[in-house]
């Protein structure tokens, strides 16, 4: 509230970043008089429903958050707002997004968990759409003229209402994070029935919290005097998908050196959570990357001054590159292979983890299993272009080439054009 009062008051003039959240149930018009220079506006987690009709005065807004408020279609004042790149509704009650809603300058847009069940045709003109977050509504399928749109990188389609996978994705020139699963048309992995040991969570001496996620808590525990981590799912639709997908497909996985290995399934929760006891990645690890900021979008960032020799990069691009033709040997596809999601120590030695965003298709349909596994391979091209960043040794100039081609070839905007992941192994190990 007390932000509220300073803004009525005429303390926030001149203000770049708004935040407010205190039960609102309608538009304050004092924002208005930040018009000048207001760049961020969050209003997550409040009881709105409507925008103003003069909302477009706010040109100079670049970021807009309005998840978790009462609203049932997008606002089209949002058009009206040139420079609006980044636009978040997750869990409104929206069944209607109208055709040109959203402004052109349109590059993250954020509408998970809502009540969705068409998408307009003028999505195909956001020609600077990025990232698209669309799991957990009713979709049966999109738009043809979303094929325009040319700089979508990563897309998220999970549970919804699809009996087919929207093949003019396989085309688009640029997407490389893409996560499907809870669909109707998505068969269950074949070995997540696997035979798991299953022990009581009583049995379980809870430690320190290791890290959360969208999906759920993961804790240090001891087991019989062993140390193991414990992930406990929150059982909520995340923007990837439903835990219970991510579940299965580790499960699925089966044991490789660069993956973090299931060892068993925890009953006897005292609230009922499905959980998994997993290998404990030793503390000498650490992220490679960091998440896609604002700014950057889709792409991952790097602590300041981080660097890697070449040597480096090429050891923990071979390890990452085995565990993902582990993985699509198998049928599964990451759907978040970020530099985020790895794990490295100052060995090199590396770790792929997060398997939220995972989704399975069945390797029989060889046309659809290569082009989903060569949207993946751009994702890696991405990875080795950051890699190439950050060694910053002018050694080894041979290396370096061999890693460029291989980029370049990852990179390439013709799908099915790109390597399989098998032949970026083998190159890969002949650097």
């Known amino acids: ?78 058009s009206h707002c040139p420079n609006l790149s980044m636009i978040g509704f997750r869990n409104n009650q929206i069944t209607t997004l109208a055709e040109d809603a959203l402004p052109l300058s349109t590059r993250w847009l954020i509408l998970t968990d809502n009540a969705l069940s068409i998408l307009p045709e003028s999505m195909g003109k956001l020609m600077y759409l990025q990232k698209c977050m669309l799991s957990g509504n009713k979709l049966t399928h999109l738009p043809t003229s979303m094929k325009y749109c040319e700089n979508l990188e990563l897309l998220r389609i999970a549970v919804n209402a699809f009996t087919e996978l929207p093949k003019m994705l396989l085309e688009l020139p640029k997407l490389s994070w893409l996560a499907y699963g809870g669909n109707p048309f998505c068969a269950k992995h074949p070995a997540c029935d696997t035979p798991l040991k299953e022990l009581a969570w009583s049995d379980l001496e809870l430690g320190v919290v290791l890290g959360e996620g969208a999906s759920g808590l993961i804790s240090k525990a001891l087991y019989k005097g062993k140390e193991v981590a414990v992930k406990v799912f929150k059982g909520d639709i995340t923007s990837d998908g439903l835990p219970e997908e991510e ?39 650490f992220n490679l990357g960091l998440p896609p900021t604002l700014e950057t979008c889709s792409r991952d960032v790097y602590p300041e001054g981080f660097t890697l020799t070449l040597s480096q990069s090429i050891k923990i691009l071979q390890g990452i590159v085995d565990a993902v033709v582990h993985m699509h040997e198998r ?26 965003g995972a989704s399975y298709y069945e390797p029989k349909e060889v046309k659809v299993r290569n082009a989903l596994e060569r949207l993946e391979v751009r994702a890696f091209g991405c990875l080795v272009e950051e890699m190439l960043i950050l060694s910053k040794d002018d050694q080894a100039q041979l290396k370096r080439d061999k890693l460029k081609y291989i980029k370049e070839r990852c990179l390439t905007q013709v799908n099915h054009q790109r390597p399989l992941f098998k032949e970026i192994h083998h190159m890969m190990m002949t650097i």
């Open 1 to 78: 509230m007390k932000t509220l009062e300073q803004l009525k008051s005429g303390q926030l003039i001149g203000s770049k970043r708004l935040k407010l959240t205190c039960a609102l149930k309608e538009f304050p018009r004092e924002i208005f008089t930040l018009a000048d220079t207001l760049e961020v506006l969050d209003m997550t987690d409040n009881h709105l429903h409507t925008l103003p009709d003069d909302f477009g005065k706010l040109q100079h807004l670049k970021i807009l958050f309005l998840s978790n408020n009462l609203f049932e279609e997008v606002p089209t004042v949002l």
């Open 247 to 285: 579940m299965d497909i580790n499960i699925s996985m089966g044991h490789h050196d660069h993956l973090v290995d299931v060892l068993a399934r925890v009953t006897g929760h005292p609230e009922g959570k499905d959980i998994l006891m997993l290998e404990l990645i030793p503390s000498s690890f």
């Open 331 to 356: 049928g599964i596809m990451h759907g978040d292979f970020y530099a985020h999601n790895i794990m490295i120590d100052k060995e090199a030695n590396s770790i792929l983890g997060d398997f939220g």
